[in-house]
């Protein structure tokens, strides 16, 4: 149990170009999901966290218009990389967790992540 | 907000040797430490988590020490195996619908035959 999928598992794009990245829980409801961002050798940053049906709360230094996040449904979170630059280039990486009878579990689990390459 | 830190950044060790990986934390309200092992181009694995209440943990060749007092807490791993070589993560957060984790630094493990 507690599968999260994400697609595509790698992109290729030409700068200037958007692209959207889908985060999905495959047998559980997501009551929350996260996104986060990993340079090569670096740590797992937190872009921005998302309830169900609610705006998306974004981390210091990360860009909601450049960085759009929608989460319609328990199951299914995209992120839109706006106008991609080489710079936007990394590993992009969903989480989610849930809720049960009122009471939101810590424990995370990871999507596989997509690895976004802006030529 | 929550700050981590993690040592040492690179770790090599001989197989059947033990490895230990430190972390600290500053939000006293942090109260579930997980451990992640990331191997390269996949998604974090957790591998062994620790709450507040709890001052240690044990699974098999595993083990998570914590010290709420000193707000440190370390990842100890015996009998090391060449399948253990990855990048290991902490994290700390707090509980409750805002709650998010904050990740340490990363160590890299070498285990070495």
């Known amino acids: 149990g507690a599968v999260v999928s994400q697609h595509p598992s790698w992109v290729i794009c030409k700068s200037g170009t958007s692209v959207k990245i889908e985060c999905r829980s495959l047998?559980?409801?997501?009551?929350?999901m996260f996104w986060y961002r990993q340079f090569p050798k670096q740590s797992l940053m937190l872009m921005a966290t998302s309830n169900e049906g609610s705006k998306a709360t974004y981390e210091q230094g990360v860009e909601k218009d450049k960085f759009l996040i929608n989460h319609a449904s328990l199951t299914l979170s995209t992120l839109t990389v706006t106008s991609a630059h080489p710079e936007d280039s990394s590993f992009y990486i969903c989480s989610a967790r849930t809720t049960l009878a009122g009471v939101s579990y810590n424990e995370q689990f990871f999507g596989p992540g997509t690895r976004l390459t802006v030529l | 907000g929550e700050n981590v830190e993690q040592h040492p950044s690179t770790l090599s060790v001989q197989e059947g040797d033990s490895a230990v990986i430190k972390c600290t934390y500053s939000?006293?309200?942090?109260?579930?430490f997980p451990w992640y092992k990331q191997e390269l181009g996949k998604r974090p694995q957790l591998i062994i988590d620790i709450r507040s209440n709890v001052g240690e943990k044990k699974d098999q060749r595993i083990a998570v020490t914590l010290n709420k007092t000193a707000k440190h807490f370390s990842l100890h791993i015996t009998e090391t195996q060449p399948e253990d070589s990855a990048v290991y993560f902490c994290?700390?957060?707090?509980?409750?619908?805002?709650?998010?984790?904050?990740f340490g630094t990363g160590t890299r493990l070498q285990v070495t035959l």
């Open positions: 047998d559980f409801q997501a009551t929350t």
């Open positions: 939000d006293s309200a942090s109260n579930y």
């Open positions: 994290a700390a957060s707090n509980t409750g619908t805002a709650s998010k984790l904050t």
